[in-house]
């Protein structure tokens, strides 16, 4: 079983800043998967990164990457040069050998200032 | 862009009333999967499907939970006698890979109300 701890409810950011979500995560899996996910006020939910528990380089997409620390079981999301539409709840999960079967952290409210 | 479509976006059911959701998942995906979200809460996994059979389940998919794949394309959720603590949003999710886990895509999610 998978456990996932997100300890920031709420983060803010200055526009076009860096920001740093933490995730932190426990499982006896051997292979897992984190990730993270986006939840705008529209309540849809946006996957936005992926990493495998074997990958040797940290994920990244665009303007996002994901610090992967195994060792300290961490996998942080990093959000370089925010923007205003990047405020949003963040999600982190993470999921073993059954593909599916994410387990989410509580969320973290992210609020970009202009 | 492949994505994973819900119907209806929003549903609203007097208490004890039937409901299906219905979600058209990523066509070359293989495992299929309804997550909910109770308001201000965080996402809980209820049950994963692959090969025409439940794969997983959690705690929360009690007997009044069925999932079904129908035809090729769809993969519906239905709750038989809703209770008011099924209000909710439902997320269905699918993957295209087996036990190397990999992301899942969600759709935009169905709002279940219970009146």
């Known amino acids: 079983a998978q456990k996932i701890t997100q300890t920031q409810p709420g983060m803010f950011v200055q526009e076009k800043e860096a920001v740093t979500l933490d995730c932190t995560y426990d499982?006896?899996?051997?292979?897992?998967?984190l990730f993270w996910y986006k939840q705008p006020s529209s309540g849809e939910m946006i996957f936005l990164i992926y990493q495998g528990s074997y990958d040797q380089q940290n994920a990244t997409e665009g303007r996002y990457s994901l610090n992967f620390q195994k060792a300290r079981k961490s996998a942080n999301l990093v959000i370089s040069a925010s923007q205003l539409g990047d405020s949003a709840m963040y999600f982190c999960?993470?999921?073993?050998?059954?593909?599916?079967?994410?387990?989410f952290g509580d969320g973290t409210t992210l609020t970009v200032k202009p | 862009e492949p994505e994973v479509t819900q119907t209806p976006s929003h549903q609203v059911t007097q208490m004890g009333q039937e409901v299906i959701l219905r979600c058209v998942p990523i066509?070359?995906?293989?495992?299929f999967y309804w997550y909910r979200q109770i308001l201000g809460q965080k996402v809980e996994f209820l049950v994963s499907f692959y090969n025409n059979e439940i794969s997983e389940k959690s705690e929360i998919f009690d007997d009044q939970f069925s999932v079904e794949r129908p035809d090729g394309s769809n993969f519906t959720l239905k709750i038989r006698s809703t209770k008011l603590e099924d209000s909710a949003m439902y997320f269905c999710?699918?993957?295209?890979?087996?036990?190397?886990?990999?992301?899942?895509?969600f759709g935009q999610g169905t709002r279940l109300t219970v009146v």
């Open positions: 499982t006896s899996d051997p292979s897992y998967g």
């Open positions: 999960a993470g999921g073993g050998t059954n593909a599916g079967k994410s387990t």
């Open positions: 066509s070359n995906h293989l495992y």
């Open positions: 999710a699918s993957s295209g890979q087996g036990w190397v886990f990999t992301e899942a895509f």
